[in-house]
């Protein structure tokens, strides 16, 4: 489908936030509004499989965070940036905090979940999300070498990738063209986002959400890929553990890219969900 043109450009805290608003073609007689939150590096179209389905009963809201998609890309960040950014958004956008159900995949859910602990949401769904940011040769490797060295090699299809990202981001039950539709919708993206983007975890190392998941009180879906390496399955069982009024499930023969994998079982079980709490 096309999300252009229900998208627009809205300006919070001095960066301009492209967002794609259901709302702009569609009346709705529910007041609940989904707010999907992408992971890194990714922007609002990684929804694909999500927003026309949800569109059609609940007013949708995604947008590319600070940094990524259309939005405005500083250089620098801090994590409260991107909470902040959904709450000056959220007002702009005249959706009120017990009307808004936030779906946060990956970073997004880090992002979904310290929103949630200081907003009365009216749900919360976390997507293979996590409780602190695990680091690895590949983050370093970003942070402190050239682009020139590991933008090419680690951010196109190349034999290295072929062999290695469908280990670290499908479940083994999943085929490698799921992996492939991924990146041709993202070829352009990946390849024309600056550097800076990619390397903003380093500005997260203090996150650490284990020490106030507890005072999240929206009910909470959790769900996350039997498969998934990325966010463990143990995470989001930390997660649930944490979070009062929370389930969990797992989908079987999913990794990290659920989204694209399951897409199917995963809007299933959100729409379960907002049925569930009256949404």
């Not at 965070?65 to 939005?71: I, M, N, V």
């Not at 620098?76 to 958004?89: A, I, W, Y």
Request: with cysteine; hydrophobic share 40%; aromatic share 14%.
């Amino acid at each position: 489908m096309g999300f252009e043109e229900c998208c627009r450009y809205v300006e919070v805290r001095g960066v301009r936030l492209y967002v794609y608003d259901s709302s702009a073609r569609r009346e709705y007689e529910r007041r609940a509004t989904l707010v999907f939150l992408h992971g890194l590096p990714g922007q609002l179209t990684n929804w694909k499989y999500q927003i026309p389905f949800f569109e059609r009963e609940y007013r949708v809201v995604a947008y590319d965070q600070r940094g990524f998609g259309r939005s405005s890309k500083p250089k620098r960040v801090v994590f409260e940036d991107f909470t902040r950014d959904l709450e000056e958004l959220l007002a702009e956008l005249e959706v009120r905090d017990e009307d808004a159900v936030v779906v946060g995949h990956s970073f997004g859910g880090a992002v979904a979940q310290a929103y949630a602990r200081d907003h009365g949401v009216k749900g919360l769904v976390l997507v293979g999300s996590l409780t602190r940011f695990r680091y690895d040769l590949l983050d370093y490797i970003m942070w402190y070498t050239p682009a020139l060295i590991w933008k090419r090699l680690f951010f196109t299809m190349n034999p290295l990738t072929k062999r290695l990202y469908p280990k670290v981001f499908l479940s083994p039950a999943s085929p490698i063209k799921v992996l492939e539709e991924f990146y041709e919708d993202n070829r352009e993206y990946f390849r024309e986002l600056p550097p800076s983007t990619y390397t903003y975890s380093r500005y997260f190392k203090g996150y650490d959400a284990s020490s106030w998941l507890h005072q999240v009180a929206a009910p909470t879906l959790i769900v996350v890929g039997e498969d998934d390496v990325v966010t463990p399955l143990e995470e989001s069982r930390r997660i649930s553990e944490l979070i009062p009024n929370s389930k969990l499930v797992v989908v079987e023969k999913a990794g990290h890219l659920i989204l694209y994998e399951k897409p199917e079982e995963l809007n299933a079980t959100i729409m379960g969900f907002l049925k569930e709490i009256g949404a």
